[in-house]
């Protein structure tokens, strides 16, 4: 087993993380989030030479599974999470599309495999734990891997910023709640990748993110 590294592939007209996550001896990986564009999604991945295991899904928002099932039918791999809460969301990603003027290559998503708070999923010897973090969208997982101090963090957390809670679902009380209470106690040192822009420290957070204060 080697390191746990990642690659990040910004998709669709909203800049969205796609994260491709691999070991370096091994190059197996997954997918988190393929939002769309799942061309250059498979361009990465053949040119890191990725042997891409699953699709690992944050929560249910356009942006972040509108190619999940496109992606599926093209590796043909398991799409893994989120949490159930989401399923009203993944069986509306057409709709949405339609709602934002987006590809008409967007489908419905049906994951293999829904998750739940204290499961565990890996890869390439990597363990990550899932925490279900509902406040940005009711099923958003959070993936984390203790051994690499490393978390994805969907749209929970972003440098200096949180997620938007004015969305169906949202509910800003309980986004504060995840982050607090699930997130923040790991440790200041985890460093972690978000579903937009740069990703950050929990410790960075914690003193300076003005939501959190």
């Not at 993380?17 to 939002?35: H, K, M, Q, S, W």
């Not at 101090?149 to 809670?165: N, P, W, Y």
Request: with cysteine; glycine share 12%; charged share 20%.
């Amino acid at each position: 087993m080697g390191q746990l590294n990642a690659g990040i592939v910004p998709v669709t007209p909203f800049q969205q993380n796609c994260a491709i996550l691999f070991d370096t001896a091994t190059r197996e990986g997954v997918v988190v989030d393929p939002g769309g564009d799942i061309d250059q999604i498979l361009e990465a991945v053949r040119a890191s030479k990725i042997d891409v295991q699953q699709i690992w899904i944050t929560h249910g928002h356009i942006d972040h599974a509108g190619g999940a099932m496109e992606l599926k039918d093209a590796l043909g791999v398991e799409i893994i999470g989120p949490h159930e809460a989401d399923l009203p969301l993944l069986s509306n990603l057409e709709n949405q599309a339609l709602y934002f003027g987006l590809s008409n290559s967007v489908r419905n998503c049906t994951p293999d495999r829904f998750l739940t708070e204290g499961e565990t999923v890996s890869f390439g010897g990597h363990q990550f734990e899932v925490l279900h973090c509902p406040g940005h969208a009711p099923g958003h997982v959070v993936y984390f891997n203790r051994a690499a101090r490393f978390a994805h963090v969907g749209d929970v957390l972003f440098r200096g910023s949180v997620g938007r809670t004015d969305l169906p679902g949202g509910d800003h009380a309980a986004l504060i709640r995840s982050i607090k209470e699930k997130l923040l106690p790991l440790g200041d040192d985890i460093g972690f990748i978000c579903g937009h822009g740069p990703g950050s420290r929990f410790g960075d957070e914690r003193r300076d993110n003005p939501f959190l204060v």
